[in-house]
């Protein structure tokens, strides 16, 4: 999941990957769940 929103990041994240994903966990999976079902719903719809 977070590989999937590095590589659709609209602006380049000022860290290394690591710290994206550590920072995504921080926030909670469940809070993230939302945008990921966007995201998924966008790839199925090819945008």
């Given at each position: 999941?977070?590989?999937l929103f590095w590589?659709?990041?609209r602006?380049?994240?000022a860290?290394?990957?690591?710290?994206?994903a550590e920072n995504v966990v921080a926030?909670?999976?469940v809070a993230a769940t939302p945008?990921?079902?966007v995201l998924i719903g966008?790839?199925?719809a090819g945008r």
């Open positions: 999941m977070v590989g590589h659709c990041l602006e380049p994240f860290g290394r990957r690591e710290v994206f926030g909670g999976l945008a990921l079902k966008q790839i199925l």
